[in-house]
């Protein structure tokens, strides 16, 4: 959510802004800007809506200079504008700013009576504004930018230029995330890696509460109070080919496809042939310390919430210990009962997900273990838990999470089958069989993803439906919810996902004739359970598509559709059916002619509460 780059060096900053932002397009926005220093003068162009809008009042106006900071926004505090689109300018500064600052109405008012006049209904403008106030004061700019910092209360991060000193960019952070690139007499400044692969993989990871000043000659890095901080540098090892469409229609399509791939790299290194099974480097939580576990809170927002559900059917039923699953936004609400016995696992595919920071805060405020689950190395989550298990998805760029949801739940397979190893709950013949079962996975989704051009010869009769239903059971349950929040990201079907079983207790009132339901039907104990609740639905004229591996001949005659899927061990079976659902949804939208990439409203890395 919103993107920052900035430069500073001697290329011509306009094109390196231009092109890191186009790579954060995936965050989600609503308008962008950019501001360069153009010999001695600050110049400011914005657009509403997309890049290309910008990019046309930039061929109107070209920008030559070799320091700027440019942004795409989403709007928190006034309507998506020209006007409310960064960078914000006050005097002789220019800001850009991600996150939201709380107690912005009372220095507003504050700023006003000193003579400050606002041009936007933004909280960020008043950043540039007390900046320029603590130059008129006296400061310097780098104090004035400290001193204006420590006058908010909330999140940002930001990036800060000055017609006065045109050698120098400074940028800050507090709880919204910001990485430095290192180049050869040059340096960039982003919210997120991929604005900067294609310039260095040499990357510095701001913590919160810290501020860096950068010229041409190089680089320091300070706490808020002016204190030195030796910074190290992080190579990443993503390919920017990683990051582009690979000849695929949407970044989603190719982040479906590239599941196999994510699944494979996510096991690599983790299973061994002795007696321990599994590898997980970077958890930091001992054997001894796994033992005294006596409960575990399981904390995300959204997808990865739906992961933490299947995880709680993974981790109870192989290690024996209660499992709660917290949506990140409710929990630290509720007061919840941690203490140092309990471990609280935190899913976050970006690791900035400010709900889900808030929460891991909780926890540790309460003396609790932490461990993460994430995608992005040296992200805050990843940096601030106990310890991290790393997803190895690469960068997903579509906003609905496809290959970073799949191995997670990778993630919390080898978890689970850790934790069982450890707390000796599951024999070593049961762990052996499913680690075989685990390395068969990446095979098996690739059959599934054969499916891909007959969902989308079928698809076509739902395009005009107003609603879908969802049904699962156990450990499919979670995954019905994941179907349908597909469906609706994308392609702005309202859809429901619900236990198969709880069915008649309201759902079944909306069945007619108008209704696809999608049910997900594996070959296991419960099976024959949800072709009685198949039949229900068809006894009342729903529409059915069938996700299933068993013989399904019998059910052929109820189903508009059967999508069969290769058949696994139960508990991997997640992980398969996951995969038409994220085709349906994909091919749907893409015939509604909606923005499959950056659906509207949404976000990919949800950085404010």
């Not at 926005?29 to 110049?43: F, H, K």
């Not at 006003?112 to 950043?127: A, C, K, L, V, W």
């Not at 109870?316 to 210990?321: D, G, L, M, P, V």
Request: hydrophobic share 40%.
């Amino acid at each position: 959510m919103c993107g920052i780059v900035g430069y500073i060096g001697e290329q011509r900053a306009v094109d390196i802004v231009l092109d890191g932002l186009r790579r954060l397009e995936y965050r989600g926005y609503d308008s962008a800007g950019i501001a360069s220093l153009e010999q001695g003068q600050l110049v400011t162009v914005r657009a509403e809506s997309k890049l290309i809008n910008l990019e046309q009042e930039l061929r109107k106006q070209p920008l030559h200079g070799s320091l700027a900071i440019g942004h795409t926004r989403w709007a928190t505090h006034g309507k998506p504008s020209q006007a409310n689109a960064h960078p914000h300018k006050a005097g002789s500064f220019v800001v850009v700013h991600n996150g939201i600052i709380e107690n912005y109405l009372a220095l507003k008012q504050q700023l006003q009576q000193q003579g400050h006049n606002f041009r936007s209904q933004t909280d960020s403008e008043i950043i540039a504004h007390l900046i320029e106030q603590q130059v008129k004061e006296g400061a310097a700019f780098e104090q004035a930018v400290r001193q204006a910092l420590h006058q908010l209360r909330g999140a940002y991060a930001i990036a800060v230029i000055c017609e006065d000193c045109p050698d120098t960019l400074i940028a800050a952070k507090c709880g919204s995330p910001l990485v430095i690139g290192q180049g050869q007499g040059e340096y960039f400044v982003a919210s997120d890696i991929p604005a900067m692969l294609s310039h260095t993989r040499e990357m510095i990871f701001l913590e919160d509460g810290e501020l860096a000043v950068f010229s041409r000659q190089g680089m320091q890095v300070s706490t808020l109070d002016g204190r030195l901080v030796e910074k190290s540098t992080k190579t990443i090892t993503w390919n920017p080919l990683m990051a582009e469409k690979g000849g695929f229609r949407h970044f989603m399509l190719k982040e479906i496809h590239e599941q196999p791939r994510a699944i494979s790299d996510t096991l690599a290194g983790r299973i061994c042939d002795n007696k321990d099974g599994i590898l997980l480097d970077g958890l930091n939580l001992t054997d001894d310390a796994l033992k005294a576990i006596e409960r575990i809170y399981l904390v995300a927002c959204g997808t990865s919430w739906h992961a933490a559900l299947v995880g709680k059917f993974l981790i109870e039923k192989h290690a024996r210990i209660p499992v709660e699953v917290d949506i990140a936004s409710e929990f630290r609400y509720r007061q919840p009962l941690v203490n140092d016995r309990t471990l609280t696992l935190l899913i976050s595919q970006s690791g900035e997900t400010a709900d889900t920071l808030a929460a891991l805060r909780e926890a540790r405020g309460r003396q609790g273990k932490t461990l993460a689950i994430c995608n992005v190395v040296e992200s805050s989550i990843a940096r601030e838990s106990d310890g991290v298990i790393y997803t190895h998805a690469g960068p997903e760029i579509g906003v609905a999470s496809t290959k970073a949801f799949t191995t997670q739940l990778v993630a919390l397979v080898l978890f689970s089958l850790h934790l069982a190893r450890v707390r000796e709950t599951l024999d070593q013949k049961a762990i052996c069989e499913l680690i075989r079962e685990l390395l068969t996975l990446p095979r098996k989704v690739e059959n599934c993803l054969e499916l891909n051009e007959e969902i989308e010869q079928r698809v076509r009769p739902y395009i005009h439906c107003r609603d879908f239903l969802y049904l699962g059971r156990g450990n499919q349950y979670p995954i019905a919810l994941e179907g349908a929040l597909k469906l609706k990201e994308i392609s702005y079907i309202h859809a429901e996902g619900y236990p198969a079983g709880e069915m008649k207790h309201g759902p079944i009132a909306l069945i007619d004739e108008e209704l696809p339901v999608v049910i997900i039907a594996p070959k296991n104990e419960t099976y024959e359970k949800v072709i009685s609740n198949l039949e229900e639905v068809k006894s009342r004229g729903g529409k059915i598509l069938l996700v299933s591996d068993a013989d399904t001949t019998q059910q052929q005659e109820s189903c508009e559709e059967l999508f069969p899927i290769p058949s696994i061990h139960d508990d991997l079976m997640p992980i398969l059916t996951s995969i038409p659902l994220q085709l349906l949804a994909y091919h749907i939208a893409v015939m509604k002619g909606t923005d499959v990439d950056q659906p509207r409203n949404l976000a990919k890395s949800v950085t404010v509460e």
